[in-house]
């Protein structure tokens, strides 16, 4: 079955970095675009990243673009959001999702305070 299982949050310092994963299974990973979404507390779950299948163009939020890269690695059916700079806006429970379908991981929750 699909699974998609995020990894790598935790608490930062405004200023700080982070680097998440999004480790698949189950499906063609190459085959489809992925997308990072976030939602935070009392929040609707939001957009942040996406990257295409194919030639791996990229696309981002107004409110993380320059700060946040997403990239992929098909070989190992990873997806990964790196975050610089992180603002205490950040703070939200991360996930992961395959464009097109209802999969989504379970979430990681990212921390920016000090």
């Known amino acids: 079955q699909v699974r998609l299982v995020e990894s790598g949050g935790g608490l930062v310092q405004p200023g700080g970095s982070l680097r998440l994963s999004c480790e698949t299974s189950?499906?063609?990973?190459?085959?489809?675009?992925m997308h990072w979404y976030r939602q935070a507390p009392g929040k609707e779950r939001e957009f942040v990243a996406g990257?295409?299948?194919?030639?791996?163009?990229?696309d981002y939020a107004n409110s993380v673009a320059g700060r946040f890269t997403i990239s992929r690695d098909n070989p190992k059916n990873t997806v990964y959001l790196q975050m610089n700079s992180l603002k205490p806006e950040d703070t939200a429970i991360y996930y992961c999702?395959?464009?097109?379908?209802?999969?989504w991981g379970q979430g990681t929750q990212v921390t920016v305070s000090s």
């Open positions: 999702k395959i464009m097109g379908t209802g999969y």
């Open positions: 990257i295409t299948s194919a030639d791996g163009r990229t």
């Open positions: 189950g499906f063609t990973f190459s085959r489809y675009a």
